[in-house]
């Protein structure tokens, strides 16, 4: 089905997104703070552990606090894996409605990303004012680029979320091996660490990992403005929209056969 | 000629079977390349239907026949493994209780969910949020998680939502059972005002009564494949009587008295007044019992006949003593005879008629053979046969009467 066809079922991917939204919180007392909470406190540790328990210095931090290098990359980073990871669950846990209605399935994905982007794209604006309140360094005139940075991110977040989740309906496997996927590659990507500080025997590796591309670009854009496009960049977006269509093929051409494995 | 609303050729369904893992792989592959064979079972298999505007159809068939593959192969929530579907019209589908609705979330938050599910717009539902309302009439509950919703309230809201899209299309699978006898004569007062208007209705019930007086047309789907199809009344009497058939099979089997004594019944046969054998007959029509019985020693037996309904329950039996009856003599130890209804009043459906031989003295019954009879015609009246009886105008002092 051409994306074009999916308008008419605009409302309802609204509804799906609210919906994500709000089930998330929903019947907790603190509700959406828990959405910047958990952030905040992994970075809290990270502070604790890297600048008063190891003392970390590089020379990328030139002059900024390490807990804006890291606040700058986390969020990033969140967006992505819990993006992938309710995505990825997103249409076995639809199953009843897959079941009994018939709708296009990948709206499902899309909810499920989209809100996990919702609501850490607001939590990571709102962690950027604070900084710059509390003294940071922040370029904050490149932030239309950053934006646009995490809009690739979405595509490509949302094309690896299409694959999982059909894998997943199909194989139940899936959810299994994401814990430890995301873990290894939460430290495979420069996100704790500068990728000048990887040793040239496996940077190459790291180089190949989209994650680090979109952690070092916004580091990049924020803390030393420098808000340059060069022919990387151009190749990354038109990357990021052939791996969403690769997704979207691969799940579009299983979904049919979801309610037969649900 | 009418373009159809909706038109399945030579539809089939298989469920893949994926026990094991290495099958589940295989099925992958299979689905993602379009090649290769991928291991399952069938659920529903060649099945050819049309449906135009302004029809109403009833699906019927026992549990597990493919009644609902095919309601949601139709919907399109399902993608039948061979044929095609065309569809041209905007589908209702109320499958199963409560389609697309979340349990934690408050009925009125559950109607936009339904309907934006159903394809209406933000604006299209706030229109129509009054009628919905007031259609699923469960008052405050609305505001309430469906989590704390009896069934009958589920369904209800579904059905409201369901009214509020008025679609080319209404496709109900076994959804008026649940709800009470109020909301069940309200939902039908509303198909039948749907249907009057034009609407086209697919309905699978397990309620004759609601298929007879709601469709006009029935499908029985058995085994996967359609069984049977035509008119409502037809498919339904069909239908009930192979239950009934199916039912005393499993009570009893046919009690079969071997021919070891003298008198016997050698051919039994039904003719109509004409002197043709049938086996059909419409209601209210002649039927003549007809047949033929040896006696060993040139006496006239006795004979008894009895009719029951298919599942065995007895509706009526006599035997010639009574009347003082003889069989005539019409060759060497052949007896004849013939017994004429001349108004059968029994109900359509289907009937075993038995014949007994006993002996003169009508004191032991020797044999039995049976054959059936086919009652047709259409009524709505109950039971098993036709009383004859008179409606009258009410006297005044009927309202003198103590009341009960």
Not at chain 2, 228 to 240: C, I, K, N, P, Q
Not at chain 2, 291 to 316: C, K
């Amino acid at each position: 089905m051409p994306i074009r066809n999916l308008w008419p079922y605009r409302w309802l991917l609204l509804n799906f997104l609210s919906r994500e939204i709000k089930s998330r919180y929903i019947g907790s007392v603190s509700g959406i703070f828990w959405a910047l909470l958990h952030p905040l406190a992994l970075l809290a540790v990270y502070a604790v552990v890297f600048t008063a328990i190891f003392k970390v210095k590089f020379p990328e931090l030139e002059g900024h606090s390490f807990i804006l290098f890291v606040a700058v990359a986390l969020w990033p980073w969140l967006c992505f894996q819990e993006g992938a990871q309710r995505g990825a669950l997103s249409v076995q846990n639809g199953g009843g409605l897959i079941k009994k209605v018939a709708f296009p399935h990948e709206l499902l994905v899309y909810g499920a990303v989209l809100s996990t982007y919702a609501v850490h794209v607001s939590g990571f604006l709102l962690v950027l004012v604070v900084l710059a309140l509390t003294g940071s360094d922040l370029h904050f005139s490149s932030l239309p680029l950053v934006l646009l940075l995490f809009s690739m991110q979405l595509l490509f977040t949302s094309g690896l979320a299409l694959i999982l989740a059909a894998l997943q309906v199909l194989l139940k496997d899936v959810e299994h091996f994401l814990t430890p996927l995301f873990m290894v590659w939460f430290y495979a990507t420069p996100i704790l660490y500068p990728a000048s500080l990887v040793p040239q025997q496996i940077q190459q590796i790291i180089a190949l990992n989209p994650l680090s591309y979109f952690i070092t670009r916004v580091r990049e854009l924020l803390m030393t403005g420098n808000s340059q496009i060069g022919w990387q960049d151009l190749v990354m977006l038109l990357s990021c929209m052939l791996f969403f269509l690769i997704g979207r093929w691969f799940f579009n051409r299983l979904s049919p056969y979801f309610e037969d494995f649900i | 000629m009418q373009r159809p609303l909706i038109s399945l050729s030579n539809i089939g369904k298989n469920y893949p079977s994926v026990a094991t893992g290495g099958n589940r792989l295989r099925t992958i592959a299979a689905l993602l390349f379009k090649r290769g064979e991928v291991p399952h079972f069938c659920a529903l298999q060649g099945v050819n239907l049309k449906l135009k505007a302004g029809e109403s159809l009833g699906l019927i068939g026992e549990n597990g026949a493919g009644k609902s593959t095919l309601l949601k192969i139709i919907a399109g929530v399902v993608k039948p493994s061979t044929g095609q579907v065309v569809v041209n019209g905007r589908i209702g589908a109320l499958l199963e209780l409560g389609s697309g609705f979340h349990p934690e979330y408050s009925g009125l938050e559950n109607i936009h969910l339904a309907a934006a599910l159903m394809g209406m717009s933000n604006a299209e539902i706030d229109s129509k949020l009054d009628s919905i309302i007031e259609f699923a009439d469960i008052g405050t509950h609305i505001a309430e998680p469906i989590k704390h919703y009896s069934s009958g309230m589920v369904v209800r809201l579904g059905f409201a939502v369901a009214t509020a899209m008025q679609p080319d299309i209404l496709i109900t699978d076994e959804v008026l059972a649940v709800g009470d006898e109020s909301f069940q004569k309200k939902c039908i007062r509303w198909i039948e005002g749907y249907l009057s208007q034009g609407g086209t209705l697919l309905l699978c019930s397990h309620s004759m009564f609601h298929i007879q007086t709601l469709c006009q047309k029935a499908v029985w789907i058995h085994d996967g494949q359609l069984h049977m199809y035509g008119d409502s009344f037809d498919v339904t009497r069909e239908y009930l009587t192979y239950h009934e058939e199916k039912n005393s099979k499993a009570a009893h089997l046919e009690r079969e008295v071997l021919p070891s004594g003298v008198y016997q019944i050698r051919k039994l046969w039904l003719e109509n007044d004409s002197g043709n054998v049938t086996t059909l007959v419409d209601i209210g029509g002649v039927l003549r019992i007809c047949g033929v019985a040896h006696s060993p020693d040139d006496r006239p037996p006795v004979i008894l006949f009895g009719i029951v309904r298919a599942d065995g329950a007895p509706i009526y039996g006599t035997h010639s003593n009574e009347t003082a009856y003889l069989p005539n003599q019409i060759a060497p130890s052949q007896y004849g005879f013939c017994v004429r209804f001349s108004n059968l009043q029994l109900l359509p459906g289907k009937y075993t008629i038995r014949a007994h031989a006993m002996d003169p003295e009508g004191l032991r019954l020797f044999d039995t053979v049976s054959t059936s009879v086919r009652i047709t015609g259409q009524t709505r009246d109950y039971g098993l046969c036709r009383l004859e009886h008179e409606w009258m105008a009410a006297r005044e002092d009927f309202i003198a009467m103590e009341d009960n």
